[in-house]
Nanobody, 123 residues
């Protein structure tokens, strides 16, 4: 699976951004999808994940109520709608895909990774 993330940029605190991740190469609906982020000097952490069908989702506590993950299997795309952004949300955001069942929340359980898109939130 090839993954291409887009939509990052510079936004003021309190603003919104929508990230997109387009998949190609395999049957998209056979993969659970995740969004991770990595800030400078910090480990990569999960932000949100979504099951193959889209019926189940997971959110890190730090983004609950502010971020929404969704997918469109007809368009082979997963989205991350980010609202009420905070400076601490600044990071490189990566989309990822896993053939494992359920909604894995650790990076090691994801086999495929996109190139990352930078989100910068100014105070």
């Amino acid at each position: 699976v090839q993954l291409q993330a887009s939509g990052g940029g510079l936004v003021q605190a309190g603003g919104s951004l929508r990230l997109s991740c387009a998949a190609s190469g395999r049957t998209f609906s056979n993969y659970g999808m995740g969004w991770f982020r990595q800030a400078p000097g910090k480990e990569r952490e999960i932000v949100a994940a979504i099951s193959r069908s889209g019926r189940s989702t997971y959110y890190a506590d730090s983004v609950k109520g502010r971020f929404t993950i969704s997918r469109d299997n007809a368009k082979n795309t997963v989205y991350l709608q980010m609202s009420s952004l905070k400076p601490e949300d600044t990071a490189v955001y990566y989309c990822s895909a896993t053939a494992q069942l359920g909604i894995p929340t650790t990076a090691t359980r994801y086999e495929y990774w996109g190139q990352g898109t930078l989100v910068t939130v100014s105070s």
